[in-house]
């Protein structure tokens, strides 16, 4: 329980509108038109946020997610289907091409639906496992609806913690109110490191399919059990494209929205579905959790040229870098979260400096963050290299490449302004004058005159 829905933030003040970052081109995709009337304030709140729905059955002649190579629209919703294959325009390489080029999807599931082939197919090459028969449901007897199935144990009421894990830069709580997962299909994910689960089924839920297993259930045949099963998870790929599992859709209906629900030995409170199903399309589509890098500058300290495309080694260099973050329709100032940092690569094939950025100023659309270094004793081809990766947060890469040069035979420091050196030419000095005074003696000294051994002296 611990890990729910940490993405949803500034969640659900008076509905707020938003719009998405990455459009509003919405495609609905479902077995008959009629059955989005049991859908219409879901749908209703997501026409309200800005988004223009197209809804599709996937029998449709029209139905097409590109043409000419371009995406027809932004998102996608699946809503459960009877419908074992969805036919030539939703085959599983489609959709894996639609991630590909950036569309989100929603997906939804029920157990009162078997899950299409395609988006079997689909889910298995995201490492994503379902149950047998792509169905079954998940049942707990301890954390049901005594309301509505006081008998089969099949509507979840789980309660919201009062803390979620930091996915963005702020939390929310519900207090007082519950989470109603009405005959939802659990899954198991796999060991990827771009999935994450959002909401998990407490220890005491199992998935049971009454077509499969007799009324007494062998753990041994169980597909999955307690946190095993996961009832919602996300999947950002490395593009920053957004899927979204909801294990079930009958969440979504208006009769799960103003409804009464009780756990054994508890009073009944109303659900919080709307809250939720709210805050989790708004990160689906690009509402809420988006990154964007406004400007970068890097120079030389005390110099005025931005951005020059040439340094020298031991050159000291300032980096600063503007990013926004986009939550409900505006760019507001993108806080690191707490324990987490922003960090800079100064690299060739691999990083010479690792610095922390340092939020140094922050506007009502963008921070500012900043680091000083000097640059390494060594010439070549350099990065300056932005690569932030968090779940919840689109990716941020940037790349800024300059050249680095080594010193001109003029800039190298003098000898006698390295005190290392002194010694030696404390030597050399010792060594000159020492010589020159040797040789102004040997100069200037009058040799001793002999006489001859021959010679007679004289009075």
Not at 293 to 301: K, M, Q, T
Not at 316 to 325: L, M
Not at 401 to 411: I, K, L, N
């Amino acid at each position: 329980m611990r890990s729910l829905v940490s993405f949803v933030l500034l969640l659900f003040t008076a509905l707020v509108s938003a719009l998405s970052s990455s459009g509003t081109r919405l495609l609905v995709v479902l077995d008959a038109v009629e059955e989005k009337d049991a859908y219409s304030t879901f749908f209703t709140d997501l026409v309200e946020r800005g988004y223009e729905i197209t809804y599709e059955t996937p029998k449709s002649e029209g139905l097409s997610l590109f043409e000419h190579g371009e995406r027809n629209y932004d998102h996608l919703i699946f809503l459960p289907s009877k419908i074992k294959g969805l036919g030539p325009n939703l085959t599983p390489n489609i959709l894996l091409d639609f991630i590909n080029a950036e569309g989100n999807i929603l997906l939804t599931m029920s157990s009162t639906h078997s899950v299409p082939s395609s988006l079997v197919a689909l889910l298995s090459e995201l490492d994503v496992t379902l149950p047998s028969e792509r169905t079954g449901s998940v049942v707990d007897h301890f954390h049901y609806d005594t309301i509505s199935a006081a008998e089969s144990h099949d509507v979840l009421v789980l309660s919201c913690p009062p803390n979620v894990r930091p996915g963005l830069k702020d939390y929310f709580q519900l207090p007082g109110t519950a989470l109603t997962f009405p005959r939802a299909v659990g899954h198991v994910l796999g060991s990827g490191p771009l999935l994450t689960p959002i909401l998990r089924a407490p220890p005491t839920a199992y998935s049971y399919n009454p077509k499969e297993q007799a009324d007494v259930v062998d753990p041994e045949d169980l597909f999955a059990a307690g946190k095993q099963l996961a009832l919602v998870s996300v999947i950002q790929a490395l593009n920053s494209a957004r899927f979204t599992i909801l294990g079930s859709a009958e969440m979504l209906e208006d009769k799960w929205l103003e409804v009464q629900v009780a756990r054994p030995q508890e009073r009944p409170q109303y659900t919080s579905n709307r809250e939720f199903w709210t805050s989790l399309t708004a990160w689906t589509f690009k509402e809420l959790g988006v990154l964007r890098v406004n400007s970068i500058e890097h120079h030389i300290v005390g110099d005025d040229e931005i951005n020059p495309g040439l340094y020298r080694v031991k050159n000291d260099v300032a980096y600063k870098i503007s990013i926004s973050e986009y939550a409900w329709r505006r760019w507001v100032p993108f806080t690191v979260p707490q324990g987490d940092s922003l960090q800079l690569e100064f690299s060739m094939l691999s990083p010479f400096e690792r610095r922390d950025l340092v939020a140094e100023s922050e506007t009502h659309r963008e921070t500012i963050f900043t680091t000083n270094f000097t640059l390494p004793d060594q010439h070549g081809i350099f990065n300056f290299k932005i690569n932030y990766k968090r779940p919840f947060l689109t990716s941020l890469e940037e790349k800024n490449t300059v050249s680095v040069r080594h010193m001109a035979h003029d800039e190298w420091p003098r000898s006698y302004v390295i005190s290392g050196a002194w010694p030696w030419l404390s030597g050399i000095g010792v060594t000159v004058v020492g010589f020159v005074a040797f040789s102004a003696l040997w100069m200037y000294s009058q040799p001793v005159k002999k006489t001859s051994a021959g010679a007679k002296k004289t009075q």
